[in-house]
């Protein structure tokens, strides 16, 4: 273990020891199962909000930052906890000096509801990381395209003697792929592989260019085709 994360649960029980001390000296007349409850109840409250400034909002090997997702409702759902939970102390103990049982009832449902919004959270932080994951691929089939596109071009510097015409149709579309959007609809994607896939098959050609010349011009024209509908489907 480090020493930032032994002096942070020094911190953490440090804290808890002011907390139970602070209860204990400042009882009163109150009752010892209602102490344990406030103090529980304080603890929790204690925790959560110890926890939130201990770790790092931002994770930096998490790309998708899906705990920054669902922060605004898990500090919606620790605030409203927390402020409900002692005004309820305070209206128990000071106010109203309701019983034990029904002070328990009232924090049982509100820890109830600080559940929900944790769960709400884990819900938020899970479709964050879901949308990033989906984009990720609709942007790795362009990648790849714009990877294809590019090893054909080289492929063409290397072996030589082919007509410009060639060497700048596929410069141009090389360069003209950034103007594609990721989109997740199927369409995109059956053109996005068809795309790669007579990219391969000019590679191949290449090695008798001459014996291919037509078939080449074909798939280059078609290739062209391809990229012109590629480029005019966005997502939903």
Known sequence: MSSKKIFSWILLLFGEAVLITAFL??????????????IIVSSIIYGLFFFDILVPWIDLNDDSQRRVGSLGVRWFS?????????????????????????QLVIHGGLFFILLL??????????????????????????IEMKN????????MNE???FPDIFTKQIATLEENLRFISPSNLK?????????????????????????NREKIENNLKKLERIYQNRKNIFSK
């Open 25 to 38: 000296v400042f009882r009163g007349k109150t009752a010892d199962n209602i102490l344990t409850l406030n």
């Open 78 to 102: 620790v605030l409203l906890y927390a402020l409900l939970s002692i005004a309820t102390m305070i209206c128990s103990n000071i106010v109203y000096d309701l019983t034990f049982q029904t």
């Open 117 to 142: 919004g944790l769960l709400g959270a884990s819900h938020s932080s899970d479709k964050v990381k879901q949308v990033y994951d989906s984009e990720t691929a609709h942007r790795s089939r362009i």
């Open 148 to 155: 294809v596109t590019r090893n054909l071009k080289d492929k």
């Open 159 to 161: 072996i030589g003697n």
């Open 187 to 211: 369409e995109a994607h059956d053109l996005e592989n068809e795309f790669v896939t007579v990219i391969h098959e000019i590679g191949f050609s290449l090695v008798n260019f001459e014996m």
